[in-house]
């Protein structure tokens, strides 16, 4: 394939390989002398581990090591961390309750690990772990996020007393309480939004090795961001130095944030490598997912919105209890705080805002980043209440939120949370999306549906999110324990093939077209010339990894950088070659050319002549390979409407999509293909959680109630409608390539646009406000039945 330009429809570079079963991950690993891990899990969600008794496992057929907490403890191996300081509404740091790789006298989650059986084949493993003997003192369980704050309630930690984590607030209470004394209408909403399991379509592998020779580590694992495993396991966990720990990330099917943690079995499997002197590997069986993949969501909130009598919002204010389950992820404490709270002003003008978070431990998986990360809960929180003030004070619903939009001449904008959203206009973008749903043929449709029996409604979801995680110093001063720049590289060979190393990484992003596409369109180089590198730290030497939409923003803005270094280089070599001075030397379509003159030299003969320096002058250094770091100003802010049109059936409570309009504003758009894939992604997901996904816990005994596709529904192509796309473009100020980030826009919006949707049909019989999320047949039924 020849030159590109940004915003081409490039087919994807990767797609030969994946759709041709050519994919190399981790499960592929052909490893010396490898061993396999099985982890024995516990079947309790609380209880005191009085005994285990290995012996007969030990014995059993295969069988190279057995470890438990005990031997984990003993050998000082560190507990896992929490990489983000939220300080309460005091001043305090948040509690951390030690979070041991395997369980050593407690087990606080159904599923939490046990011990590590290590067999010469994976069957060998897992019989073994099932004559493993263990000793459980079975306590009472603490479930209900809604009363784990309760003093009654079982106690998860002893160093968290209440199971609170932290009470943590943004905005000005008084200031709000004050504006609501002024308002003519209030509104009131009562919000739980469901707990969630990520489902990547491969689950969580690993496989390590360890060098008696060199004393070097490899670990080979399907994660987000393999230079922060490498720091994490080295620093705080481990004590392996950084250099002796190499981290590979080959082709990985699938994050959606579930894959940035650090969790135990990676780091057993790492450590135990050093201790039996042979490889190790271990993949998850699909149920083991369901239980130790950190979940996403999980909010029970109360917010109340002020308006005066013409509908301008004047103060909002929310109180929201977020589950963190039986331990802190990695990023845990950042979701419900800084990526939920910062984003409650939406794309409105309220003018003040007070948000109060109180997370809560509980005996369940550990809740942390999935797609959108706090963004989804704060969205659906503000469209959903604004959707309900819209019908209680009878104004059409797309005509409040027109009212209360940010004005295109406003940006940039300090919201009364803390951000600054950099570019945006949100009006045209709710033109668009109404043409596109025929929003003003809706009560036609309605009462043409009213006619045969049904219930038909129309949701509107107006969001923004802040995207490409960074600058440093704002998420260092917010408690990141982490810098949120990105690295690129930029490595010509003589004969003019590139290769990009980025500290991004793709898990399904597709970075190996849209990078070379930037570059293409860059540096004039045909796209089969240019290789991407990613995933492996010793290839690249830093990077912080791919979640919050970061890749293009960052990552991108990174290899533009070393891009520009690239063309001031060849500046050097050109002007050599051609007697010239530097300073005429202009880059143009792939070529360096003297001002003014037909005098040129394309830009490969100028990486050939910077290999072979014959004749160079003193002060030019010879190679044509560059490097950057990138770290932005601030965040960007995608935004857009959607809008979902549905159909209920009252007789069976089912929920038909008819029409999904999204119309969004990613600022620049490199490759079209791939953010229509991105957006389509999203939505599904985002409908996933509105009609069908929950994880559901039995309250009593702590079972995880959905752990399998049996209970646990997925959504399918043929429960989604062919979606209306639109964009408009405002560019982002602040990167090089004006974009903005699209990958959690879908996930982020369509909740609330689907759940604001089925509100408005079952307004028609009065059910309007009994229905939560997902909006199951049945619980859709209950609600339009109940009396």
């Known amino acids: 394939m020849g030159n590109v330009k940004i915003g081409d429809r490039v087919t994807r570079k990767e797609d030969r390989r994946f759709l041709t079963g050519s994919g190399r991950y981790v499960d592929d690993l052909q490893l010396a002398r490898v061993t396999y891990a099985h982890f024995l899990r516990s079947p309790h969600a609380h209880a005191r581990i009085k005994s285990i008794d290995t012996t007969k496992a030990a014995a059993s057929p295969g069988v190279v090591a057995i470890f438990t907490g005990k031997d984990v403890a003993e050998a000082k191996v560190g507990g896992l961390i929490c990489g983000w300081v939220v300080k309460d509404k005091h001043g305090n740091p948040h509690k951390a309750p030690a979070h041991p790789a395997i369980a050593l006298d407690t087990v606080r989650h159904v599923g939490d690990t046990v011990a590590m059986v290590i067999a010469a084949t994976a069957d060998q493993a897992r019989d073994a772990a099932e004559k493993i003997e263990v000793d459980y003192d079975v306590l009472p369980a603490q479930i209900d996020l809604a009363t784990a704050l309760d003093p009654k309630a079982p106690q998860v930690h002893a160093d968290a ?37 990520p489902n990547a379509m491969e689950p969580r592998a690993c496989a390590a090795e360890y060098d008696r020779g060199t004393g070097n580590y490899t670990l080979y694992t399907t994660s987000q961001n393999p230079h922060v495993a490498r720091l994490v396991l080295s620093a705080f966990v481990l004590g392996i130095p950084e250099h002796k720990l190499r981290v590979v ?47 996403g969501r999980d909010h029970v909130t109360h917010a109340e919105l002020a308006l005066d009598k013409d509908g301008k919002i004047l103060a909002f ?18 979701v419900p705080t800084y990526l939920y709270a910062t984003l409650l002003a939406g794309q409105y003008t309220t003018p003040v805002i007070y948000c109060n978070v109180r997370a809560a431990f509980t005996h369940t998986t550990p809740v942390d980043a999935y797609r959108g990360a706090g963004r989804p809960e704060a969205t659906y929180v503000v469209e959903t209440i604004v959707s309900k003030a819209a019908r209680e004070m009878k104004i059409d619903s797309a005509e409040l939120r027109r ?62 999110e802040a995207c490409g995680i960074a600058p440093s110093a704002v998420v260092g001063s917010l408690g990141a324990g982490v810098g949120l720049w990105e690295s690129a590289q930029l490595k010509f060979n003589p004969t003019g093939n590139l290769q990009i190393l980025t500290g991004s990484h793709s898990h399904g992003q597709s970075h190996e077209t849209t990078f070379a596409q930037i570059v293409s369109d860059k540096l004039g180089i045909p796209l089969d010339q240019i290789e991407v590198v990613h995933g492996d730290t010793d290839k690249v030497p830093f990077g912080m990894g791919t979640y919050g939409s970061r890749s ?47 005098k040129n030299v394309p830009l490969g003969q100028a990486v050939f002549a910077a290999y072979v320096p014959h ?39 089912n929920v038909e999509i008819v029409n999904f309009v999204a119309v969004d504003d990613f600022g620049n758009v490199v490759n079209p293909m791939v953010v229509e894939g991105q957006v389509h992604g999203g939505i599904a997901q985002g409908v996933g959680q509105a009609l069908m996904e929950n994880a559901a816990y039995d309250k009593a005994t702590g079972q995880l109630l959905s752990g399998s ?79």
Not at 623 to 646: K, L, R, W
């Open 161 to 197: 007393p209440g199971n609170l984590c932290y009470d943590w607030e943004l905005g000005d209470k008084a200031q709000v309480d004050a504006a609501f004394a002024k308002a003519a209408h209030v509104t009131k909403l009562d919000l739980v939004n469901n707990r969630l399991v």
């Open 403 to 464: 009212r209360n939009y940010i004005a295109k001449d406003a940006f940039p904008y300090q919201t009364p949370v803390a951000l600054t959203y950099d570019s945006g206009n949100y009006g045209p973008i709710l033109d668009q999306a109404m043409k596109l749903a025929d929003y003003a043929g809706a009560d036609a449709r309605k009462a043409a549906a009213k006619a045969k029996g049904k219930l038909r409604g129309v949701g509107i979801c107006s969001y923004i």
């Open 552 to 598: 293009l923003p960052v990552g991108g803005s990174a290899i533009m950088r070393a891009a520009d270094k690239i063309i001031a280089k060849g500046k050097k070599v050109a002007a050599h070659l051609m007697e010239a001075s530097e300073a005429d030397i202009v880059f143009e379509n792939g070529a360096f050319k003297v001002t003014g003159t037909d």
């Open 615 to 653: 004749n160079y002058p003193a002060d030019l250094e010879p190679g044509m390979d560059e490097n950057a770091f990138y770290d932005p100003s601030n965040f960007t802010y995608p935004s857009g409407t959607q809008i979902c049109e549905v159909e209920v059936d009252p007789d069976t409570g």
């Open 249 to 295: 990330a080959p082709d990985v099917g699938g994050g959606f944030g579930s894959k940035i943690f650090i969790y135990p079995e990676e780091t057993m499997c790492t450590w135990a490598a050093g201790k039996i002197g042979r490889s190790i590997k271990w993949t998850a069986e699909r149920s083991e997912s369901f239980m130790t993949d950190a979940h």
């Open 709 to 787: 596709y049996m209970d646990y529904t997925m959504p399918r192509a043929d429960d989604l409608p062919s979606f209306k796309l639109g964009y408009e473009v405002t560019p982002c100020p602040h990167n090089p390539l004006g974009v903005k980030g699209c990958g959690e826009a879908g996930a982020i919006a369509a909740p609330a646009a689907v759940m604001n949707a089925v509100r408005d049909a079952l307004s028609a019989v009065g059910a309007q406000d009994r229905i939560e999320m997902p909006a199951t047949p049945q619980r859709v039924w209950a609600a339009i039945n109940a009396h």
């Open 317 to 334: 204010k929310v109180d929201t209890i977020a589950n963190l389950g039986g331990y802190l992820s990695t990023f845990a404490t950042a």
